[in-house]
């Protein structure tokens, strides 16, 4: 049964009855055993707006009965989208083979400082079976790919704080050459890093213009961030060069195993 719940007093309390209420339906009308459910988006990585809506996300396990049908069931289940509440989840089949692919924003789920509803013992085996799998090539190349992608278009200041979180979590990875397990809130980045207290004083000063203010704008980022920025972009190019590994079968009876085991603790 769920027992973990860390939600800060920050968050709308009508909102957050809302998404406990939405995550119990999903429950009752899948048939489903909601094992992790978090934010994502902007309020878990540490840097809000006045106006940022809710980004709960959810992993979930069937009755194992559901794993052996004909007709497999979706392995997404999606609540109403609006305005407010962006509410949606992953199987836990779903997940476990995007963790064997690299993929890092399973790790980021399972990383979240705010969490709604979560058994403990189920994230910690999540985590653990992720350090097995993972791939710091890949996780590399997500967050590298992800602030290239922020920096076209238009620059704004409220795409400078994705490209920021982005290029702090490359340098974790620097400064953590066995680490596979980056945090996903941005001031935890910044506290295990090594970077310069300049950096740091500029992110927290961007942070809190970013927490009461609806909209940045497009203005220049400090010069000490679009440097710091720049140079960490720049010294993790290294990763597009990175071979994948070569060990997938390993990690896919890893993956089987693991899957197995979870779905026979649960039902």
Known sequence: MPDLRTVPSSLDSSVVAEIDARLARVETEHGVAVSWAIESGSRAWGFPSPDSDYDCRFLFVRPRHRYLALWPDRDVIETPLDAVFDV??????????????????????????????????????????????????????????????????????????????????????????????????????????????????????????????????TGAPPTVLQRYVDEELERSASFDQLDAAADVADRRACAEAFFRAEVERVH
């Open 88 to 217: 949606n989840g992953w199987d836990l089949a779903k997940t476990v083979r995007l963790l064997v692919r690299g993929n890092a924003v399973a790790i980021e789920w399972l990383r979240s400082p705010i969490v709604y509803r979560g058994d403990e013992g189920f994230r910690d085996r999540m985590l653990g079976f992720a350090g097995e799998v993972m791939q710091r090539g890949a996780i590399g190349r997500h967050y590298l790919h992800v602030a290239r992608q922020q920096q076209t278009g238009s620059r704004t200041l409220k795409r400078f704080c994705y490209v920021l979180r982005c290029a702090t979590t490359l340098r974790w990875l620097d400064d953590h050459p066995d680490g596979v397990l980056p945090p996903m809130d941005l001031p935890t980045l910044l506290d295990e890093t090594t970077v310069s207290a300049e950096v740091r004083d500029a992110s927290a000063a961007l942070i809190a213009a970013k927490a009461v203010t609806r909209e940045l704008g």
